[in-house]
């Protein structure tokens, strides 16, 4: 009999939004980027609301796909992706907190 059960899976659970947050960054670079380089191309471009909504989800990768990109940089609708930024590390920071109180 393994008392751990719950435990696994509360760790389980835990590593899958982990990854799925991992994954929503990754993409919001990736489409800085290449809508960066469709904008250098004067190929067909990634709507900005498609963007804001990227970094909306994923804003670690937005913003470093902004700064690494230099790509939206100066717009100033996209200062929301700082914003996003913050909310999110104080989310994370909120939940840390949290689970700490927990244990």
Not at 43 to 67: D, H, N, Q, T, V
Not at 76 to 102: D, R, S
Request: proline share 2%.
């Amino acid at each position: 009999m393994r008392p751990r059960v719950v435990e696994d899976d509360n760790i389980s659970i835990l590593n899958t939004i982990l990854l799925a947050y991992f994954i929503l960054n990754l993409l919001a670079f990736a489409l800085y980027g290449l809508d960066k380089g469709r904008a250098i191309r004067g190929g067909r471009r990634i709507k900005e609301i498609s963007l804001l909504l990227a970094a909306l989800l994923g804003p670690f990768g937005a913003y470093l796909g902004m700064k690494i990109f230099r790509h939206k940089t100066k717009i100033l609708k996209f200062k929301l992706v700082l914003i996003f930024l913050l909310l999110h590390a104080a989310l994370i920071v909120f939940i840390l907190i949290g689970a700490a109180n927990l244990a």
